[in-house]
């Protein structure tokens, strides 16, 4: 089990946060004495300990800077090679990170396949992209 821990503060880039504060910090109740951003981070490292055959986000990032966001997701995505992830995403040029892609307008999906399809110039996924 640490190792699983270790591995997730890894990914999450917050192996070094933990071992300035340590594991017996308190956070208050739900969590009131970490910002936004570290809840996020920690409701993302409590379902990934639990190691899913199928793991849901729905911007789970999104409190993060564009960096942070790529970092972390590029880390998810990689100890979660061989098991299905769907990521509903705060940021359309992340998309680019996933082997299949749906773009979604109004609820409905308006265009769906591999990113490097989708992300052409004119297409719905670049104007998305673009906009941002």
Do not use: Y
């Amino acid at each position: 089990m640490l190792k699983v821990i270790t591995d997730v503060l890894g990914a999450l880039g917050l192996r070094r946060d933990v071992v300035e504060v340590g594991l017996d910090f308190s956070v208050g109740i739900g969590g009131k004495r970490l910002s936004a951003a570290q809840r996020q981070k920690l409701d993302l490292a409590r379902a990934l300990v639990k190691r899913p055959d199928l793991l849901l986000l729905n911007q789970s990032t999104s409190l993060l800077d564009s960096a942070a966001q790529a970092k972390v997701m590029s880390n998810i995505l990689k100890s979660r090679a061989g098991r299905g992830v769907i990521w509903v995403l705060s940021h359309a040029e992340h998309a680019r990170q996933f082997e299949r892609v749906l773009v979604l307008r109004a609820g409905r999906v308006v265009a769906q396949g591999a990113a490097s399809e989708l992300d052409k110039p004119g297409s719905i996924l670049h104007q998305q992209a673009a906009a941002q």
